[in-house]
């Protein structure tokens, strides 16, 4: 069992402890499939008057129910919320996936849309927001901060190859990479953030720094590839 979904999910939360107390072997089977939905869907609490062993029953039920398609099959391997949108054109025409799956999509949307419109922030802006020292801030708006960082950075583009200055990942310099997402706090400590997950061609996924991926601070931490812009 996955214990970084079971923590996402909030493995102390007394119905998801009674879901695992009653399922089948079959059911547990596809648990880390339904907590990664769940954990990545913040609208269920809203739409449902459900609690998470409801939740978790109606789709670990219906990934059974689809246990041989290629949607489920596929959706064993999903990591980021960009592979799930990826298999929205061969998910089973039912109301449960229906539900589940594109209110993750409609999220995503969303933050999408907004992150566009967000579109006067500079990093003038950035120093006049955030006055103070980071080490003086607190953890909330520390998180502020990180995610108007992340805002202004992704305004200004990422590399078309890997560099870094530092000392992991040199074999990888000169290399190209998807995007993958932002980093997060589930998978990185708050002071090493703006970081994104990057996918190089062979399906490997780091974390990147700025220093890494973003021409501007690349350039003035010192790398020396053309062709980055």
């Known amino acids: 069992m996955n214990t970084e979904l079971l923590n996402r999910i909030n493995m102390n939360d007394v119905y998801v402890k009674k879901f695992i107390n009653n399922a089948t072997d079959e059911q547990m089977g596809f648990f880390d499939i339904a907590a990664k939905l769940l954990s990545n869907n913040n609208d269920m609490s809203v739409i449902f ?3 998470d062993d409801e939740h978790l029953r109606l789709i670990t ?39 589940y799956i594109m209110s993750i999509v409609k999220q995503n949307d969303e933050y999408n849309d907004l992150r566009k419109n967000n579109s006067d922030l500079s990093w003038d802006e950035i120093e006049r927001k955030y006055p103070e020292d980071r080490s ?94």
């Open 49 to 51: 008057d459900y609690t």
């Open 61 to 99: 039920n219906k990934l059974i129910e689809y246990k041989n398609s290629e949607f489920v099959q596929r959706l064993k391997n999903v990591k980021y919320i960009e592979d799930i949108k990826e298999l929205v054109t061969i998910m089973p025409n039912d109301d449960v996936f229906d539900t």
């Open 136 to 229: 003086e801030m607190s953890e909330e708006r520390e998180m502020l901060f990180v995610n108007d960082c992340f805002e202004c950075f992704e305004k200004e583009g990422f590399a078309k190859k890997f560099w870094s200055p530092f000392g992991d990942d040199k074999e990888r310099i000169g290399q190209s990479f998807k995007i993958v997402g932002r980093c997060s706090t589930k998978d990185s400590d708050l002071s090493s953030l703006p970081m994104w997950n990057i996918k190089f061609s062979d399906g490997t996924v780091i974390g990147a720094y700025p220093e890494e991926i973003i021409p501007r601070e690349m350039k003035e931490n010192g790398c020396p590839l053309e062709g980055i812009e």
